[in-house]
């Protein structure tokens, strides 16, 4: 039986999409778990390093702003009580601490929140796939593919290192030259190593820049708001339904695998 399919919806300026980027990335890489941190995560619905032995994990990089408009919500909600969105932060540094990442801020930076728009592009591109990239890069559009794990692992590796420049490293990431250093890094040289060699960063963010990921991004975009997505961190699971924010990343993984003994879900959202 092939594994279900979860869908990570995620924004940049989301620093709770953050923490289930790096819960991610640990799965998928578990080498990467601290040790001092291991036994700490167990049972923590925040924190727990999840299991993905059963799901396929689908990157869907997306933009806030339309998906705030749409639910007729302010930019920004939960800045829009001081007293909540000095929580956000605390609560924030709190969860990395425990994944054994020390530094985020406690407190609104003044890059925040980012430009997220050109890193949003770049990391849609590459959720598409190698060949997809290599498509663009000889001059084809053809359609994106399904990702084989070592492509899942580099765009997972991505993601979080976007998210630990602009959070931890405090660097612009709408800054042409910032993510093309990190795709550098952390996609060209790994695919590199992997034989299926990609464009160098700032070819990439340039390919990022055109009108066919333009108009891929903001047709993911306009999916989370037909998908009745209304925040970030969401995931969305083949059947439909949808769960908000990075305390719910297991139940979502655990949606098409019901506990033995029970009928699964039965209360599915008609959002």
Sequence with gaps: MSPATVSFWFEYASPYSMLTALRLLYALSPQRVPLTAAGLLRGSPSCEVPDLSKTKIVYRPFSLGPVFKAAGQVSLPNMSVPIKGKYLFHDVARSTDMLGQQGFPQQRQENWPPNSAMAGRLTWMLAQGFEYVKG??????????????????????????????????????????????????????????????????????????????????????????????????????????????????????????PTPGTSGFSAKANL
């Design 136 to 257: 663009l890069s000889a001059g084809n559009q053809g359609p994106g593919g399904v990702l084989d794990l070592a492509e899942t692992k580099v765009v997972a590796e991505f993601v979080w290192r976007v998210y630990e420049a602009q959070f931890f490293a405090i660097k612009d990431i709408g800054s042409a030259e910032v993510l093309a250093n990190l795709w550098d890094l952390y996609v060209y040289q790994p695919s590199k190593a992997d034989g299926r060699v990609l464009p160098e960063g700032l070819v990439a963010v340039e390919l990022a820049q055109g009108d066919v990921v333009r108009a891929g991004f903001k047709n993911s975009t306009q999916e989370a708001v037909d998908s009745g997505l209304f925040g970030a961190p969401s995931f969305t699971t083949e059947d439909g339904d949808m769960y908000w924010g990075n305390d719910r990343l297991l139940d979502a993984l655990a949606h098409h695998h």
